[in-house]
């Protein structure tokens, strides 16, 4: 029994002040990464993978000195390192004054000083940092038995490009995405803010994976207390394996059994740019378009960044329209049931006996129809999901005109209760952002079940427990209902609820402690 509490405690409990899933265990290769920097070790380490690609040749300065070049193939642009690192130490520099100085124990500092040219070019020392280069796409050169050598930056590799992306499409403005590159991704935002104030700080994580991420904020606008708690939470990760954006969310969040999401994500440039200047951190994974940004407030995730590209008013109303959605999407169901099971005297005579007239002959109660219906369109949305995109399109029409006609006529489901089904699930559309669409559409479950059980009532306790709960929760210190609780007028009035006329957008979000609170407009 206390072998069970504590493999249950183990899998449910996270351990305090540490975020990580178990310890880094050692490797037997990584006993050779402490050695002396040595060509022929790191040859000996990697050179049992097809992919690592090992050239052997000798310098002819005023001493022979052997030589190797390191890289892997598909990772490393083979052009670059034949025409302007190969080539030249081997054929073109043949007879060259600076070559013929060349000895043993300067051959590091000349060529890099004289005989190779290239912006990413730096001298290493570190068996380590030798072997991540090249596994990095990188290229190496050793230099017979020094404990020193040269990393080139020769990278280059099929990537996808710059492409629109497909989870937030817009009518006006940019349609440029993030790609899985890092750095095409890094100078995407270099772009949009051309200030030496920007800081793209790089990382690693995972033991096994060697994943590289950069963290970047704005140096005279984010409140430095956000940025050492992203640096804090990120260098207690200790996991093998690091394969994208959802690994760090779930390790650095404030409460992962949350179902409310409490770090937002983005594919676009512009957005990640103006929730910098807002004060925000991004943090950026090699090898995923989706970018993170902390810290962030409930009411944001309802927010898009079309509404900075369409005249004020405009935004108000489509804002106005997202609220009234995810209303529609957490709650249509359970009032339907409330009103019909528990509170039938609210309901117009006529609309009652038009609401009868269609139950008849249905054998279940409301809340059992409410949950199979729900149950099946949950069921239709992951198969449309999942299913290759020409098949997907179909799923909606046989969902919706087959099985829910099919349905109606076999007096399974009464056609109100479709109704309110198919608009629960275009209300849920309307909510932007994947990750609340999906906490909306966990809390109907639950939402459904105290109004089968308890009507209005039920539905009351439920909204009360569902408020508790957002007010307790913080992302990274910030309330997570700012700015209504604590209340911020300004915020409210400025870019909460409506979203003022850029002359009136004098501050930023005032639920962040930035260094600089004041932004553009009027002075």
Known sequence: MRSWLKMFKELTIRPKGERQIRKSPSYSSDENLTKPLSGQVVKEILSKSSDVVFREFFLQGKERIPCI???????????????????????????????AKVTLSNVVDITLQSLLPGLEIKKISKMRDAVDAILSGDSVIFFGNLTEAIVIGARGWANRGVVEPVTETIVKGPREGFSETLRINTSLLRRKIKHPALRIISLKLGDMTNTDLVVTYIDKIASPDIVSEVFRRLGTIKMDSMQGNAYIEEMIEDNPYSPFPQIAFTERPDVLAGKLLEGKVGIIVDGTPIVLMVPVAFMQFLNVNEDYYQRAMVAILSRFVRYIGAFVAMLAPSIYIAVTTFHQEIIPTDLLMSISAGRQGVPFPALLEALIMTVTLEILQEAGLRLPKPIGQTI????????????????????????????????????????????????????????????????????????????????????????????????????????????????????????????????
């Open 69 to 99: 070049v390191a890289a892997v193939d598909g990772l490393v642009d083979k052009n670059l390192l034949d025409q302007f690192i190969l080539k030249p130490l081997m054929v073109e520099l043949v007879g060259h004054p600076e070559l």
């Open 396 to 523: 909606g029409i046989v969902g919706a005109l087959i099985i829910g006609d099919a349905a109606v006529k076999a007096s399974l489901v009464s056609p109100l209760m479709v109704i309110i089904i198919g608009l629960t699930a275009v209300a849920s559309y309307a909510i932007p952002t994947y990750d609340l669409g999906l906490a909306v559409r966990l809390m109907r479950f639950p939402m459904m079940i105290l109004a089968g059980i308890l009507g209005f009532f039920g539905v009351s306790v439920g909204l009360y427990v569902i408020l508790i709960h957002l007010l307790s929760l913080r992302s990274f210190g910030v309330p997570y209902l700012s700015p209504i609780a604590p209340m911020r007028i300004r915020a409210l009035l400025q870019d909460t609820f409506v979203r003022a006329p850029w002359w009136a957008l004098k501050r930023r979000p005032q639920f962040m402690d930035v260094k600089e609170p004041r932004s553009g407009g009027k002075r």
